[in-house]
T-cell receptor
Framework: DADVTQTPRNRITKTGKRIMLECSQT?????MYWYRQDPGLGLRLIYY???????NKGEISDGYSVSRQAQAKFSLSLESAIPNQTALYFC??????????FGSGTRLTVV | QKEVEQDPGPLSVPEGAIVSLNCTYS??????FMWYRQYSRKGPELLMY????GNKEDGRFTAQVDKSSKYISLFIRDSQPSDSATYLC??????????????FGKGTLLTVNP
């Protein structure tokens, strides 16, 4: 099993719909992150969490919310999806100062 | 000025070539330096991890950090078509808390032609 698992892998949704992207990790790390990746813009941080009770906004949090249900689970929600939220979304887990372990990504298309 | 600058390429080389990928940064507090490799439609995977200045070698890959110049490099020797991917540099500070959050370059797309 992958260390960081994201579901779904692909999703097409309509404008205005609420959608949740899920992430779970088996590494036991406290730190988890959500990024979106767009061509030419690189990885941009949406939200991050250093433990279950610690949630922080990243550089592009507007239109998104998160929930850290347990140490292993960190979900990203789009309350009312819009087309410019079409992107590749990545979840990552981190052990202190070390590098991130990324999931395989969710390709989201908002039509 | 962006904290981390990376030439997006694309970079196209013949098989067997030596590849040099580079990033510059502005924050002198960065202490941990990483290179990630990302294949198309996949998540980035950690390739090299170094602390502070110096070189680190792993097989065909060598990572160099020059903190005095705020410049890091990744060299790939005897490049193979399987090395074709996007390479992202990343770095973070020391001291715990949000200092460990990574700052990424935008990535360089590399194609190694057979």
């Amino acid at each position: 099993d992958a260390d960081v698992t994201q579901t779904p892998r692909n999703r097409i949704t309509k404008t205005g719909k609420r959608i949740m992207l899920e992430c779970s990790q088996t590494k036991g790390h406290d730190r988890m992150y959500w990024y979106r990746q767009d061509p030419g813009l690189g990885l941009r941080l949406i939200y991050y969490s250093f433990d279950v009770k610690d949630i922080n906004k990243g550089e592009i949090s507007d239109g998104y919310s998160v929930s850290r249900q347990a140490q292993a689970k960190f979900s990203l929600s789009l309350e009312s999806a819009i087309p410019n939220q079409t992107a590749l979304y990545f979840c990552a887990a981190q052990d202190r100062s070390y590098g991130y372990t990324f999931g395989s990504g969710t390709r989201l298309t908002v039509v | 000025q962006k904290e981390v600058e990376q030439d997006p390429g694309p970079l196209s080389v013949p098989e067997g070539a030596i590849v040099s990928l580079n990033c510059t940064y502005s924050n002198s507090a960065f202490q941990y330096f990483m290179w990630y490799r990302q294949y198309s439609r996949k998540g980035p995977e950690l390739l090299m991890y170094t602390y502070s200045s110096g070189n680190k070698e792993d097989g065909r890959f060598t990572a160099q950090v020059d903190k005095s110049s705020k410049y890091i490099s990744l060299f790939i020797r005897d490049s193979q078509p399987s090395d074709s991917a996007t390479y992202l540099c990343a770095m973070s500070m020391s001291g715990g808390g949000s200092n460990y959050k990574l700052t990424f370059g935008k990535g360089t797309l590399l194609t190694v032609n057979p």
